[in-house]
């Protein structure tokens, strides 16, 4: 599975991380540390493509 | 001077009973499959959560798996427990790198562990083409030095608490395995792995359930994590949960709708959101994502396309999975 990654602001100063998986899937993923995907977004140049928690039939 | 009550240790008062907070593992029965019941896993998946709180890993190349939910349809060998995971090399599949099925355990439920000696048991079986060497189910629990990790990504100072083998037969058996938590670990997980061998059969699969993490050196009757299948949801909504916005309002094209979503626990932090499927959507201009507002509830905004009547349904998951 592949991932892009695009920052969008949903609220004003509300600032979520939009991925969108090879099937156009689209997850929202909180600017927060302690979230598993955005730890694997920031390290996403050194970690597997396909490390994520995927949703159902993902 | 060790604690008693009536001559018998803290652990052994727990032996035969069904109690919540006994076993570390969430969702050990295999109970709770919130995202599905049957998920085709690629090869060369670095991890995928299938069964709540279980995530699966196959990375190498030619091994596509299925995991997926069934009764474990055994009243003699195992009458109390309804449900198993099934860990399934596809059928003409070559690859024969390990396979892994593991739980990493949050941080604040594996200190209560540390510097303590822990007995992992569970139940299992193999298919009748179970292709792993002498039938071996590799078992281990390791521990960490790391908060809130998951050990696909990052697992720092890692330390073997439990490394085995159980001999798997197609009928269900119970597997005890004992060790001792270092008192410097501050996170845990344990994983089995099933090191497949030349071209999978229609049955090269392993069933487990009925994972039990629990402290002292016995292995006591099965008790969920949460004590009741209500508990044991609850415990698995903490990471993981879906949830429905829908909100309807009259548009006048400079109005907007603010819809707040309650999720039925509060996560262990801000979810991952993702839709799930869009319902009723009329006269919507523009739907944003959910934010967190904090505590159990999310909020999103919603324009009409145009003045009038405006609905819509729109469902959600929300992972706060590690």
């Known amino acids: 599975m592949q991932y892009t990654y695009e920052l969008v602001e949903t609220f004003p100063n509300i600032f979520y991380i939009k991925r969108t998986d090879d099937s156009g899937v689209e997850a929202w993923i909180p600017t927060d540390p302690a979230n598993a995907d955005y730890q694997a977004y920031l390290n996403k140049d050194t970690l597997p493509s396909n490390s994520s928690t995927p949703q159902a039939g993902a | 001077m060790g604690v008693t009550l009536n001559g018998a ?34 090869a060369s998946t670095a991890y995928q959560y299938t ?43 070559t690859g024969t790198t390990g ?61 073997s608490v439990i490394s085995s ?7 269900w058996q119970r ?18 792995t099933f090191t497949p061998t030349s071209t999978a059969g229609a049955n090269d699969y392993f069933d487990i359930t009925g994972v039990q993490l629990e402290l002292g050196s016995t292995a006591t009757t099965f008790s969920r994590a949460g004590g009741t299948l209500q508990g044991e949801l609850a ?33 262990r932090g801000s979810a991952t959101v993702t839709s799930l499927g869009v319902g009723t959507n009329t006269n919507v201009g523009s739907a944003s994502a959910p934010a967190y507002l904090g505590s159990n ?4 905004s919603v324009t009409g396309a145009g003045t009038g009547q405006v609905a819509r349904n729109e469902s959600f998951s929300f992972s706060a999975e590690l």
């Open chain 2, 9 to 42: 240790s803290p652990e052994s008062i727990f032996t035969g009973a069904i109690v919540g907070g006994k076993n570390a593992i969430i969702n050990g029965g295999m109970d709770i499959w919130q995202r599905g019941t049957s998920f085709a896993i690629a």
């Open chain 2, 51 to 93: 069964a709540d709180r279980w995530c699966s890993t196959s990375t190498g190349a030619s091994e596509a798996i299925t995991v997926s939910r069934q009764a474990t349809g055994d009243t003699t060998n195992l009458p109390n427990i309804q449900y198993a995971l099934r860990y399934q090399r596809n059928s003409g599949q």
């Open chain 2, 99 to 159: 396979l892994g099925l593991y739980q990493p355990l949050e941080t604040t439920n594996s200190i209560p562990l540390a510097g303590k000696s822990v007995t992992l048991s569970f139940y299992a079986r193999a298919g009748a083409n179970f292709s792993a060497t002498s039938s071996l189910l590799g078992v281990s629990l390791s521990s960490s030095t790391g908060t809130d990790q998951n050990p696909s990504s990052a697992w720092v100072g890692s330390a």
């Open chain 2, 165 to 171: 083998n159980a001999t798997l037969t197609t009928t």
């Open chain 2, 175 to 192: 597997f005890t395995f004992t060790g001792t938590i270092a008192t410097t670990a501050t996170q845990l997980y344990s994983q089995f």
């Open chain 2, 235 to 267: 415990a698995c909504q903490r990471y993981y949960a879906t949830a429905i916005g829908d909100t309807a309002f009259y548009s006048t094209l400079t109005s907007y709708n603010w819809e707040e979503i309650y999720l039925p626990v509060t996560q």
């Open chain 2, 297 to 300: 509830c999310y909020r999103y």
